[in-house]
């Protein structure tokens, strides 16, 4: 059984992720702290008296969930307004790791001997990179971001979204050949 201090910790390392993965997906910032804080409460509430090494998988799923809610609350919300259309598929590349470029970013920051120049380009490419990762479909975002991000396997990632993990594997080869097709029309090589 987790403690609190485990389930402190856990949440503490979760935080920033959770962020910009609901960040990714909902694409207001106010809506993905919410979002956030809910899933967070509730993993607390309900399931803070698990093991420690289940928290992980409960949490993406939680989030999941509470992502998922978001949306069906906007739609009834806009329902008067306006016809909410499914995102289209994209297609994308494989051999990209999101999770290593925020680290060497994470890293590089600071390093003597970069220059403004390297560390501007830096800056906009992953700016750029962010911005192609909100234009992907929900479900592509999703299971990219577990995969690359949260850096789940495929099974783990089949569970959190419910889905099978030819259904992941699809999303996130779908999304790496979005995203590297968008970026090399600008001319950016990962």
């Known amino acids: 059984m987790a403690t609190e201090k485990e389930l402190s910790e856990f949440l503490r390392s979760v935080e920033k ?11 207001d910032k106010e809506a993905a702290l919410d979002i956030v804080q809910d899933s967070m409460l509730k993993l ?14 409960l949490f993406q799923r939680i989030l999941s969930n509470t992502t998922l809610d978001w949306f069906r ?10 016809n909410l259309s499914d995102l289209s598929a994209a297609d994308g590349q494989e051999d990209f790791d999101l999770l290593e470029i925020w680290d060497s970013q994470e890293q590089n920051r600071g390093i003597e001997g970069e220059s403004a120049q390297d560390s501007l380009e830096r800056a906009q490419i992953l700016q750029e990179l ?8 929900g479900r592509q975002r999703e299971a ?14 089949a569970a959190a979204m419910g889905c099978s993990e030819g259904s ?13 097709k968008a970026l090399s029309a600008k001319g950016i090589r990962l």
Request: proline share 6%.
């Open 17 to 27: 992720r959770a962020f910009k993965r609901s960040y990714y997906h909902v694409r």
């Open 44 to 57: 607390a509430q309900h399931y803070g008296a698990n093991p420690p090494a289940e928290l992980p998988m």
């Open 73 to 82: 609350r906007q739609k009834t919300r806009n329902a008067h307004f306006t």
């Open 130 to 137: 962010e911005s192609h990762i909100m234009e992907l479909p």
């Open 144 to 157: 990219f971001l577990m995969r690359y991000w949260e850096e789940m396997d495929v099974a783990e990632t």
């Open 168 to 180: 992941v594997k699809t999303h996130c080869s779908r999304a790496v050949q979005a995203l590297s």
